[in-house]
């Protein structure tokens, strides 16, 4: 899996240290017309936002994380939990990290914005942040948590985070939980 995250980083690198010579590779030309891709490399500065929030995680300054949240955001899990709404994102993250979570650190993380101009199934249209990182928690309890994590966020036309996709292994994180 490093390997196959290696691979499309270097494309991502590649990509935008060259944007002028792909530019026109952004577009498809069908007869006359000009036609958007299905989706393309968005603006590096959604990168940036990915890891100035990881930042703040990891600092434990949850008011500076919760910057990024739309008012009506839904945070869901791939087990099909979920919150809805900044204020139960914020409550849910703030209780967490100062009660649960003792320290968090992520690493080696990959960040890929992308613009999905025309949606190929239930994906919103728009601005994505596509993230990977390694994830070492330690519990109030003492235990420790590592894993990768893959987290989705989808940006609003005001720039903020209406909806967020995370992939985690729950067993772990409840093996390291205190009993």
């Known amino acids: 899996m490093k390997k196959n995250l290696l691979i499309v ?3 991502f690198l590649i990509v935008s240290c060259k944007k002028e010579e ?3 590779m952004d577009k498809t030309v069908v007869g006359d017309d000009t036609v958007a891709k299905p989706a393309e490399f968005a603006d590096p500065k959604y990168a940036e ?9 990891e600092k434990g300054d949850m008011d500076s994380w919760m910057e990024i ?14 919150l809805v709404g ?5 409550s849910y993250w703030k209780q967490r990290r100062a009660n649960v979570i003792e320290t968090i650190k992520f690493d080696d993380a990959i960040f890929l914005p992308i613009m999905v101009n025309k949606p190929q199934s239930v994906e919103a ?9 390694k994830t070492t928690a330690k519990y109030k309890g003492g235990k420790q948590m590592i894993q990768w994590i893959h987290t989705d ?3 609003d036309s005001h720039d903020k985070v209406d909806r967020v996709v995370q992939y985690i292994d729950k067993s772990v994180i409840n093996a390291a ?3």
Not at 69 to 82: I, L, P, R, T
Not at 86 to 90: D, F, L, Q, S
């Open 153 to 155: 966020y989808h940006f």
């Open 177 to 179: 939980m205190p009993k």
């Open 125 to 133: 249209k728009g601005v994505w942040l596509l993230a990977w990182y």
């Open 22 to 24: 792909f530019k026109e």
């Open 69 to 82: 949240y739309a008012d009506s955001a839904v945070y869901v899990w791939n087990s099909g939990d979920s």
């Open 9 to 11: 980083c270097c494309f």
């Open 49 to 57: 936002i990915g890891k100035k929030t990881l930042d703040a995680m």
């Open 86 to 90: 900044k204020p139960a994102i914020a």
